[in-house]
Structure formats: structure tokens, C-alpha cells
């Protein structure tokens, strides 16, 4: 249980963080959202530019790499931060649902938790999953990263399974290396996590689009949490 690794390969992880330096300024106004910016506890460190900017802002912060890492963590936190999206990791409501629990366990009296969630669109899996189609590409250090995706949804059970091939290239146009990695990620819809929170005695003090404060509309592709006790 509690057991969700995502890419671990340094070559993916440097794609990542240069696509996420498109987020940065959201990721700095993180601390805008919570009233302590103490002693925090940041889960998933996968996201390197979401770690590091919340390094710049709060002035106690314990990683941990993965979820499971809580089972052993036995402190009290005044901020409790899922990195970027990471709680969508958590591919079972019932997962869910015990790692809520067990946050709870560990965040101060007047603590509070902060994560996002991306909102359901069923449009973006309309793609035939057995089509390879292109997301993106980024030049870094002199190569070219170039990411191909296939994905299908399974309305079910609401995960999102992700075939991931990133090639990389010359500057010349060569192909020099493929690296292919999956994952999966669960669509928790608004209603349902509303009810996942009263039924772990998490109170929803604030909901935004962004992590700017953004408000959240029908047409919001994401929503932030803030939850107290």
C-alpha cells in the first residue's frame, strides 16, 4: 500500500523541472496561502522547481520522496504541501481516504494542508489510445527533448494510464536516445473529494483555481485546496 512511484530516470526528472519552470511564479505564491510558513512537511520531490521554491519561502521543510514515507513519520506539522498534482498519484479512494487520516494525525491544532487537483475535461481523451501524439519539446543543455504520449482513460475506475516516450535529440535533427515510462493518475471529481474531506473531519477553508488565488469557475482546469481541522 501507499507504494506510487513516478519517473525516476534523471533524464525525465531535467524535462520535468524545465517544463515546471513555466509554473514558477504559481509556485512562489504558495506561501501566500497558508498562515504558517514553519514547519512544513512537502510530500512527492519529484518536482524539483515546486521543492526549491518552497525552500525559498518557508523556513523548516522535511521531504518526503513518497507517500509511504508517512507511515513512519511520526511528527506534527503546521503546513502539510502536496508537490505539484502529486496527490492524484493516490489511485484508490480508499488510499485516499487513509492517507487523508493519517495527514490529519500529523498536522498541528491550527495547521493546515494545501494541494491541487486537476479537474476532469473529458474532451482531452477523446485521442485513439493507440495513437502516439505529441506534447511538447524543449531544448536543454544543447539537446532536444521531445515527449510523445498515448493515453486512455478508464471512466471506472477514473484513472488516466499514460504511455510516455520522450526522445531526445541532436541539435542536428539526430535521434541519440529513447526513453520510454508510465504512469497513472486518478481524476477525483469536486463533489467527491468534498465528501472524502468531511468524512475525515478536514474543514475546506478555501478553494481556488490557481495558486494565485485565481477564483474557481466551471471552465477552471484545477483546483487548490486549503483544509484545516
Request: net charge negative.
Amino acid at each position: 500500500m501507499f507504494s506510487y512511484p513516478l519517473y525516476n530516470d534523471p533524464r525525465v526528472l531535467t524535462f520535468y523541472d524545465n517544463i515546471n519552470l513555466q509554473r514558477i511564479l504559481d509556485y512562489d505564491q504558495i506561501s501566500s496561502l497558508t498562515t504558517s510558513t514553519a514547519k512544513t512537511l512537502v510530500i512527492g520531490s519529484n518536482n524539483n522547481v515546486f521543492v526549491d521554491s518552497l525552500k525559498k519561502n518557508f523556513s523548516e521543510i522535511t521531504v518526503l520522496q513518497e507517500i509511504g514515507g508517512l507511515i513512519d513519520q511520526t511528527e506534527k506539522f503546521s503546513s502539510i504541501i502536496f508537490s505539484d498534482f502529486y496527490f492524484m498519484n493516490i489511485l484508490d479512494s480508499e488510499d485516499q481516504r487513509e492517507i487523508l487520516n493519517m495527514l490529519l494525525e500529523r498536522l498541528d491544532t491550527n495547521g493546515e494542508i494545501v494541494f491541487n487537483l486537476e479537474l476532469f475535461k473529458g474532451d482531452k481523451f477523446l485521442d485513439d489510445p493507440s495513437v502516439n501524439s505529441f506534447v511538447g519539446q524543449i531544448e536543454i543543455n544543447g539537446e532536444i527533448f521531445m515527449l510523445f504520449n498515448r493515453q486512455e482513460y478508464d471512466y471506472f475506475s477514473q484513472i488516466l494510464y499514460q504511455n510516455c516516450t520522450l526522445e531526445i535529440l541532436n541539435l542536428s535533427g539526430e535521434l541519440t536516445n529513447t526513453l520510454k515510462f508510465e504512469q497513472e493518475l486518478r481524476y477525483t471529481f469536486l463533489a467527491e473529494i468534498k465528501h472524502l474531506f468531511e468524512l475525515c473531519g478536514l474543514e475546506i477553508k478555501q478553494i481556488y483555481s490557481s495558486f494565485d488565488k485565481s477564483q474557481l469557475l466551471e471552465i477552471s482546469d484545477e483546483a487548490v485546496f486549503i483544509l484545516r481541522k
